[in-house]
T-cell receptor
């Protein structure tokens, strides 16, 4: 069965510092990969997605993610974090032929000034 | 603008009662999903539908049911609410294409006493 692991439950970074959130997946073939963000009391919003092609994917709000097939990873990065980035971030996978997303447990990002 | 709305946003009920959470989308999407969000588990799929009269069980479907009588609505029913069903419930929709972006509602917080 497919699964998604986000090893870090909480991460705290200083405003202006770089950020990397880790995501590893387990799946028989390369799936579709996603990162979503959830602000407090809100639904989830898509940051970026990887289907195929260039392994470095650009998303909204200055985020990017890199797909590494050899490591089954899809880590999310941002070069300089803003206080408004404080939220919970979810990595998700879906089979190439389907629409059902499987989500990781999430990583809560705190930004300190 | 197209949107997806959930109601009620907050509900408190007692063990054994029937509860229905409404989900209405104006995207005209074929696919609709119900997830529950619990700390440490991320989002887990309860039920999903790929079109009118189509419903499917997800990962944690026991104690829940859905029906799809039109494109816009996918109500989630808890036949006999249990304390283990205290959670935040999210409805989402997507187009019929594989890997389509999920659009989420703002969630319904259910407390079962």
């Amino acid at each position: 069965a497919q699964s998604v692991t986000q090893p870090d439950i909480h991460i705290t970074v200083s405003e202006g510092a770089s950020l990397e959130l880790r995501c590893n997946y387990s799946y028989g073939a390369t799936p579709y990969l996603f990162w979503y963000v959830q602000s407090p009391g809100q639904g989830l919003q898509l940051l970026l997605k990887y289907f195929s092609g260039d392994t470095l994917v650009q998303g909204i709000k200055g985020f990017e993610a890199e797909f590494k097939r050899s490591q089954s990873s899809f880590n999310l990065r941002k070069p300089s974090v803003h206080w408004s980035d404080a939220a919970e971030y979810f990595c998700a996978v879906a089979p190439v032929s389907g629409n059902k997303l499987v989500f990781g447990a999430g990583t809560i990002l705190r930004v300190k000034s | 603008d197209a949107e997806i709305t959930q109601s009620p946003r907050h509900k408190i009920t007692e063990t054994g009662r029937q509860v229905t959470l409404a989900c209405h989308q104006t995207w005209n999407h074929n696919n609709m999903f119900w997830y529950r969000q619990d700390l440490g588990h991320g989002l887990r799929l309860i039920h999903y539908s790929y079109g009118v009269q189509d419903t499917n069980k997800g990962e944690v479907s026991d104690g829940y049911s859905v029906s799809r009588s039109n494109t816009e609505d996918l109500p989630l029913t808890l036949e006999s609410a249990a304390s283990s069903q205290t959670s935040v419930y999210f409805c989402a929709s997507s187009e019929g294409t594989a890997g389509g972006e999920l659009f989420f509602g703002e969630g319904s917080r259910l407390t079962v006493l």
